[in-house]
């Protein structure tokens, strides 16, 4: 009890206090100093990222984030051996554990990094209209860990960066105007010039459809049911590819039932070379499917 209470005297304390006093005076200087080299050197180190055509969201994190916690890291290993603090067990301590939560957020490490590689690579933008693992929307904010897209549904979705850069993605933004490619299918039957002439009559003067580049039309393909066609039209804004799409393949649709066009269902066109006799004996026990070349009473027998 007396040794509990000769440590908290009060003059004892006071004097190591007093003899702690100059050390940590030191130390607070030490941080002052750090935190005072930080914010000069702040504005110029943005202007000098800044200059090297680094994304703004970029110079914000490095200069703001990185190179703040590196000096402040600094400020603090100098301030803790001004009081007497085992820096090198201390930061011996901190990479075990540093270790140890790399280990633990290995995912998360790898989104940052992939977050640095996008800002440097620049592969889309803020406002740019993209597609990504299966999701086409604008990008609304990039992050170090993730970017987020908002679609056209007004839905908010949030794809990890390490996503992004394993995947293929389509910025239909990058170059300004977007081609708009709508098909459409017409019977074997029907004049392919003449459809041609019906559908790009019929879209030529849709709102959002520019008229240099022109609409064109192009065969793609002779399907199995129909020839299939591609009405091709150009818009200078990627945000009203899906509108324009939607109007195009409605307006193709309405122009080709005013022309007179069939557009045709899928179908299949079966043919028998041989079938054996006693196939058609059981079928001619159903109505309608006696041998083609039988007639009359022979076709049921």
């Known amino acids: 009890m007396e040794t509990l209470l000769r440590r908290f005297d009060p003059a004892a304390m006071t004097e190591r206090a007093l003899q702690h006093l100059p050390n940590v005076l030191a130390a607070l200087i030490v941080l002052a100093v750090f935190w005072l080299l930080f914010s000069v050197t702040r504005p110029s180190l943005r202007r ?13 994190m490095l200069v703001e984030r990185v190179y703040r916690a590196v000096v402040l890291a600094f400020g603090l290993v100098m301030a803790a051996d001004q009081i007497g603090v085992n820096v090198g067990a201390a930061l011996a301590g901190i990479g075990v554990v540093g270790i140890a939560v790399g280990f633990a957020a290995q995912d998360t490490l790898a989104n940052v990094i992939a977050g640095f590689l ?31 897209i908002r679609t056209p549904r007004n839905t908010y979705v949030v794809i990890p960066n390490r996503t992004i850069i394993d995947t293929v993605l389509v910025n239909h933004s990058k170059h300004g105007e977007t081609r708009i490619d709508v098909p459409i299918g017409i ?8 459809a041609r002439e019906a559908l790009l009559a019929a879209v030529r003067d849709l709102p ?7 609409p064109d039309l192009v065969v793609t393909e002779l399907g199995a049911s129909s020839v299939n066609l591609e009405v091709r039209v150009w818009a200078k804004d990627a945000s009203r590819e899906r509108p324009i799409y939607f109007h195009v393949m409605e307006a193709g649709k309405l122009a080709l039932d ?12 079966l043919f028998l070379d041989h079938v054996d006799d006693r196939v058609w004996q059981q079928a001619a026990r159903v109505a309608g499917l006696a041998r083609p070349e039988a007639s009359g009473p022979s076709a049921t027998n």
């Open 48 to 60: 000098l990222l800044t200059r090297a055509g680094l994304h703004p969201t970029l110079v914000a």
């Open 258 to 269: 005013a022309a007179g066009i069939e557009i045709p269902y899928h179908h299949l066109q």
């Open 118 to 148: 996008i800002f440097i690579d620049k592969p889309f933008a803020v406002g740019d209209w993209v597609t990504v693992a299966e999701n086409y929307g604008s990008v609304s904010d990039v992050t170090m860990r993730s970017t987020r």
């Open 208 to 214: 959002g459809v520019l008229q240099a580049p022109a």
């Open 187 to 194: 019977a074997y039957k029907e004049n392919i010039p003449r």
